[in-house]
């Protein structure tokens, strides 16, 4: 067994591994670190302080952030919902119906949106808009989010789906289940982890995304991307790293709880 | 067998994938009360067929019967037939009651009586208290007897099982064999078995239907296909035999007159009305005697012995170069010859027999 | 996402495949109206004419490349000579990228190498590790990067502090900021691909190379890289077409030195100065090298499954 480990180690591999670890959490942690910095200057650490926390919601720019938030929240509820809903429908066609007319071409285009580039589809989405006389608003970025979501959401639902073989369903229909009702009572439940991460993963792309959002919004509207980004135009705040931080917080929470859901998901069905 | 009796009627089924035939033209008729076996190795349409009586692949051409009615081109749910599959399909977010009652809940009857009788299926397979556990709880020995369950809470007209025993270890295979052979006796349905394993065939049968290549070779009971198979394939993949190519004179009334390999006469009884000129001969390895060389149907010379603790194999050669095998059983009164011994091979008529092809 | 390996045919697809064209349906609606139309739209707008404050005259027109390839115009007095500028900031892009991928490259594949060859039961805790970032906001890891890196932050305090320099290590506003930034934001694109294909890697071939002399470097490059090369070029193109048109890390840790073609179209389409159809037609310009990119990618691809 000690001839086998030696054959999968190369020298060096762990310290760029530690390194690679590093330059991904270092500026994060720095960030988050210095959101607690009781002075008001940016780098001069001043010891310990909530004072940012509390000026983000209590301060002289919490409403245009409140509100900036809400809106995010907003949007990125319905798109997730609306992207995992297309994005399940997608998938059983994908993965359930062999081959069919036009397969090869659906499957392109669910993951169009992932082959452009974002700034494209900012431009497209904005020139499509204006063209067709859509007023820009929040309208405009639920549908451009929805859109570039779907890929997203699909991911895990597709995934999921073939993991499940046929034969329950062949089961069930087999012991008198019409297939509406293989697809209702076996299928779904079965497939349920990955809608979740599915959705999660959407809500989570919707909530981030600035480049599309900042095209397509007009002037009025703002999402907490946005309207961070605004801000840091103007020079970075200690605010600006409280949001930052908090952000990163509801980041990791609901990547863990979709990988979580994803995992015990495939542990129940692996052990039949 | 009346028709009356016939339970599932397969007449002339065929079955294409694209340009490759699975099934070419298959009729068979099993029985109420039956337990009939398909048999054969793989690839050669066994599970085809079984899919196709239960509904999940559409025949390309042929009709099957279901009790008199016509159930070919009805879907898999509206077929009163539930199968055992191979890998069991317990369906992993319901417990083993909520999968007992799937089918009859499906089926419209009540919750209640559902209830009752997905407890009374379980005690029949001897999983009474399990009724609130899932599937990933359960071993493998349990998990298909609560697939068994779930296929015979609804009271199916027939049971299709598709190799439900090759994932069990041997010892839990042999165990599991009389159980479902008893199963079969208590609940009187036909039971349709799907296998490639010969000896598992041989023990559960009533009937066996061998198959190969879409196509089925022989339909008999175990003995029918074990001691009078009806050509080489038969012969070859049910237990061990002997082919001696021999020249036939003439076939009537069933017996053949042959000559054997080294010129002696023989006759036998003849699997097919044929003509004369070359011919296979089957003569299985324990239905031969050892006699002085001489004096015997065949003359031979020992090439080698192997010892199988309830028999001896003896691997003798004839004159024309062709090599046969012989059981002995290992007692005491067996005089079993060296090697290089030369020895004479008397072949019991009753058992050898002239095969079609 | 190969799609369809687990059904076994017969009467369940058939089901599903009788309603396949009203389950793409809303997917085939929302990307055709919402991305494929305004692609295409987009293109359209490439050849019309500018709009004073933003927007477009319907004339249709090639003045947009003209402006994009050509100094004095094609049709104009004078013979045209190239307009060097904007393919300029083009391929800087291209090289920014480049760099940032094989960046990420020379970092990433040990590290995939690294976590892959784990016990089993550490090596989802290592793969969360590696991507809990990734699911940050993409602006909030450029903003935080620009606040390591600058003049006056952390890491330059850091430094002065311990004497290991003397002034600033002036980062910020450089190509090499930009190129970290681009690093930073995509390198879990290039972990997890190589993860995915040093996972599937049969160690009995490093085994044989062993027992036939070879080192493990020289393992390395003879037999593990071609194998999962798969998963190496899936985590480039990954890495590099996002690069391509970055938009955040240029603008934030970069600076009128760097200029790459994310800055210059978003450029166009804020306030009053933009020319909307020549944006339109550096991101067509964009959209076609990235989807030819990608197109020889999938015909290799092709190939290689046709063995």
């Known amino acids: 067994m000690a001839a086998k480990t030696d054959l999968r180690r190369f020298p060096g591999f762990l310290t760029l591994t530690i390194i690679c670890l590093v330059v991904l959490y270092a500026p994060l942690i720095v960030v988050a670190v210095y959101s607690f910095n009781a002075s008001t200057s940016i780098t001069k650490w001043g010891g310990i302080s909530l004072a940012w926390y509390i000026d983000v919601f209590t301060g002289p720019e919490a409403p245009k952030f409140q509100q900036a938030a809400i809106n995010s929240m907003v949007i990125a509820v319905t798109a997730a919902i609306a992207a995992t809903i297309i994005a399940t429908l997608a998938a059983v066609a994908m993965t359930r119906a062999g081959r069919f007319r036009g397969k090869t071409l659906s499957f392109a285009l669910i993951s169009l949106p992932l082959m452009v580039p974002e700034v494209v589809t900012a431009v497209a989405s904005l020139v499509f808009f204006t063209a067709i006389g859509f007023t820009s608003g929040l309208t405009t970025i639920l549908i451009a989010h929805i859109v570039f979501c779907i890929p997203f959401a699909y991911l895990p639902i597709s995934a999921r789906m073939q993991s499940i073989p046929d034969m329950y369903e062949q089961a069930a229909m087999d012991l008198y289940a019409t297939p509406r009702e293989a697809f209702k009572l076996v299928l779904l439940p079965l497939m349920t982890p990955g809608i979740l991460s599915g959705f999660l993963l959407a809500f989570i792309i919707s909530l981030d995304d600035f480049l599309i959002t900042n095209f397509v919004k007009g002037a009025g509207v703002e999402t907490l991307p946005t309207a961070i980004f605004g801000s840091v135009k103007q020079g970075i705040k200690p605010n600006i790293m409280a949001i930052s931080t908090l952000m990163l917080i509801v980041s990791v929470i609901f990547v863990s709880l979709s990988w979580l859901i994803g995992r015990t998901g495939q542990n129940k069905n692996q052990e039949t | ?357 | 996402m190969a799609a369809g390996a687990t059904t076994s045919g017969g009467t369940v697809s058939n089901i599903y495949k009788g309603n396949s064209a009203k389950l793409m349906l809303p997917a085939w609606a929302m990307v055709g109206f919402f991305l494929l139309a305004p692609v295409m739209m987009m293109v359209v707008y490439s050849f019309l004419t500018k709009e004073f404050r933003g927007g477009v005259i319907w004339d249709f027109t090639l003045a947009a490349y003209d402006q994009f390839f050509f100094d004095r115009g094609l049709f104009g007095d004078e013979p045209p000579s190239i307009e060097w500028t904007y393919i300029g900031i083009f391929w800087r892009s291209i090289w920014q990228a480049g760099v940032a991928t094989i960046a990420c490259l020379l970092i990433g594949f040990p590290t995939a190498w690294f976590i892959a060859t784990r016990r089993p039961s550490t090596r989802s805790a290592w793969l969360f590790m590696i991507t809990i970032p990734y699911w940050v906001n993409l602006l909030i890891r450029t903003v935080s990067m620009k606040f390591l890196i600058r003049d006056t932050g952390p890491l330059n305090e850091f430094l002065l502090w311990t004497g290991t320099v003397s002034e600033p290590l002036g980062l910020i506003n450089t190509n090499f900021a930009v190129q970290l930034g681009l690093f930073y934001s995509y390198l879990p694109f290039m972990v997890l691909p190589i993860y995915a294909a040093v996972e599937r890697y049969d160690f009995s071939l490093s085994e044989a190379a062993a027992d036939l002399y070879s080192s493990i470097w020289t393992t390395l490059w003879l037999v593990i890289l071609p194998v999962v090369k798969p998963g190496i070029v899936a985590g480039c193109i990954l890495v590099f077409v996002p690069s391509l048109g970055a938009f955040l890390a240029p603008d934030l840790l970069g600076g009128a030195k760097t200029f790459m073609i994310g800055s210059l179209i978003e450029e166009q389409f804020k306030g009053s100065a933009g020319n909307w159809p020549f944006g339109a037609a550096a991101s067509t310009i964009l959209l076609s090298i990235v989807m030819a990119v990608l197109l020889i990618y999938a015909r290799n691809q092709n190939k290689g499954s046709e063995r």
């Open chain 2, 1 to 357: 067998m009346t028709s009356a009796e016939i339970a599932v009627d397969i007449e002339g089924v065929i079955k294409r994938y694209g340009s490759f035939t699975a099934l070419h033209g298959v009729s068979l008729g099993i029985c109420e009360n039956e337990f009939f076996t398909l048999l054969g190795p793989s690839g050669c349409g066994k599970t085809t067929l079984l899919r196709c009586i239960a509904g999940f692949e559409e025949v390309s051409g042929g009709t099957i019967r279901l009790k008199g009615e016509d159930i070919t081109g009805l879907p898999p749910h509206k077929r009163p037939v539930n199968t055992v599959f191979q890998q069991y399909a317990l369906f992993p977010h319901m417990t083993v009651a909520e999968n007992v009652m799937f089918g009859m809940l499906r089926s419209g009857w009540s919750k209640s009586d559902a209830a009752q009788r997905a407890n009374q299926v379980l005690e029949m397979v001897q999983l009474g208290g399990y009724a609130a556990r899932k599937p990933a709880q359960l071993s493998g020995g349990q998990q298909q007897r609560v697939a068994l369950a779930r296929a015979l809470a609804p009271r199916p007209a027939v049971l299709l099982l598709d190799e439900p025993l090759s994932a069990l270890d041997l010892k839990l295979r042999q165990a599991v064999r009389v159980e479902l052979k008893s199963l079969q006796r208590e609940t009187g349905i036909a039971f349709i078995f799907v296998t490639h394993d010969q000896e598992e065939a041989l023990t559960m049968s009533d009937r066996i239907a061998v198959m190969s290549d879409g196509e089925v070779q022989q339909i008999g009971s175990p003995p029918e296909i074990y001691e009078s198979p009806v050509n080489r394939f038969v012969a070859d993949f049910i237990g061990e035999t002997n082919l001696l190519d021999v020249d036939v004179h003439a076939v009537s009334d069933g017996m053949a007159t042959l000559s054997l390999p080294g010129g002696h006469g023989f006759s036998c009884p003849a699997a097919a009305v044929r003509g004369a000129g070359k011919g296979h001969l089957s003569v299985r390895p324990e239905r031969i005697a050892l006699c002085p060389a001489g004096s015997g149907d065949l003359d031979a010379t020992v090439t080698g012995r192997v010892y199988l603790g309830t028999d001896i194999q003896l691997h003798v050669r004839l004159t024309d170069d062709e090599a046969m095998t012989v059981r002995l059983q290992n007692s005491e009164t067996t005089i079993v010859p060296e090697e290089g011994a030369a020895v004479g091979l008397k072949l019991e008529v009753g058992a050898a027999r002239l095969l079609a092809d």
